[in-house]
């Protein structure tokens, strides 16, 4: 009963059920504007390419008027997800692309701990001596880094309950990554163990994921209001205290909402690097803030108007270009030849010889 009523007759194309982020960036770099509507062999909703779109504009990828930045196009390089692309991008700012080269490669594969059912205590026990307390993402870097002070030995992995496979396809997406920021031209750069600049550089990538306090162990999303908890797996979970303000990689949902990799970030770093969500409130500061979003107001609405007329001049210059060929076209096709009209000779002339 449930195979015939409930049950879907086909499953539901990808495309129209996942983030389309990576696909409108890359549409994007390939200088299709338009994509509301691009002709999709599955044509996603178009909420959630309005969404993609917005998720973009907020990373500094796409402009006021939707088109793709340098930022954008740079990101577009990289096989990865917009807000690791933006990490990476950041981190050649700050001198520590190294570091987050490394996060970003640790993120990319599944889980690299496992915890046998009969040594839970033992396997807890070994990961909490790899955890950096205040961040997942350096926990996930120093792993990295201890293993490769171990001359990438296998049997360290297995001392210290690491899949070793996921840590050698972390070290191939390394290199990948690391040969397209040279073709790019992007730095690699070492903080030296400054982490602050590495958690920095999470927030630039992660500030619409940030969450604010409520209780032990229990966070509110700052954007959706979502409440959502921190995993017992988590390096904070045992921190001691429970920071403030933090940013997390995704949300998991089991019984409850769980973050994964989660990270904490100084207020101040929300309101640098996503203006438009946050700031920081002062005394006095609430009407210059008034004045700078009217002034970023108007800036935006100049971009609209001039982008407005620039496609406006080129759709009337194609226009043009249109009816000029349709003429020349026309002008082709109705001519009419005449026998006798034309230059030739009256007799065919005579060849001598």
């Not at 960036?25 to 993609?52: G, R, V, Y």
């Not at 700012?93 to 970003?104: H, N, Q």
């Not at 496979?165 to 397209?180: A, G, P, T, Y």
Request: a neutral charge; aromatic letters at 8%.
């Amino acid at each position: 009963t449930i195979y015939r009523g409930e049950l879907l007759e086909n499953n539901i194309p990808e495309i129209q059920r996942t983030n389309l982020a990576n696909v409108v960036l890359l549409l994007k770099s390939l200088n299709i504007d338009n994509l509301l509507e691009f002709d999709f062999m599955d044509a996603p909703p178009q909420d959630t390419i309005l969404n993609a779109m917005y998720q973009l504009w907020i990373l500094g990828a796409l402009d006021n008027t939707g088109s793709l930045t340098d930022l954008g196009r740079l990101m577009a390089e990289f096989p990865l997800d917009p807000p690791l692309s933006k990490m990476l991008i950041t981190a050649e700012k700050y001198g520590c692309s190294e570091e987050v080269l490394t996060i970003v490669s640790m993120l990319s594969v599944p889980s690299i701990f496992f915890r046998p059912k009969d040594r839970e205590q033992e396997s807890d026990s070994i990961r909490e001596k790899l955890m950096i307390p205040e961040s997942d993402h350096l926990t996930l870097l120093n792993v990295y880094d201890q293993w490769k002070k171990h001359n990438f030995d296998a049997e360290w992995c297995n001392t210290h309950f690491v899949h070793i496979k996921s840590l050698k396809k972390v070290r191939e997406i390394r290199s990948q990554l690391k040969d397209i920021m040279q073709q790019q031209n992007l730095k690699l750069t070492t903080c030296n163990n400054n982490y602050d600049i590495v958690r920095k550089s999470i927030c630039s990538g992660y500030f619409s994921n940030a969450a604010k306090i409520k209780s032990i162990g229990e966070y509110v999303n700052l954007r959706t209001g979502i409440p959502c908890k921190l995993h017992p797996s988590s390096a904070l979970y045992s921190l001691g205290y429970a920071p403030d303000y933090i940013v997390y990689h995704e949300l998991v949902m089991t019984t409850k909402e769980y973050m994964q990799c989660v990270t904490t970030v100084d207020p101040h770093w929300l309101a640098e690097m996503g203006p438009m969500f946050f700031s920081v409130k002062e005394p006095g500061n609430r009407a210059l803030r008034r004045e700078i979003e009217a002034k970023e107001r108007k800036e935006m609405e100049a971009q609209i108007q001039d982008s407005i007329r620039r496609k406006t001049e080129l759709v009337n210059k194609q226009n043009n270009e249109e009816e000029d060929a349709n003429s020349i076209r026309q002008r082709i096709s109705t001519s009419v030849v005449v026998p006798g009209r034309s230059n030739t000779p009256l007799r065919t002339p005579k060849i001598h010889y």
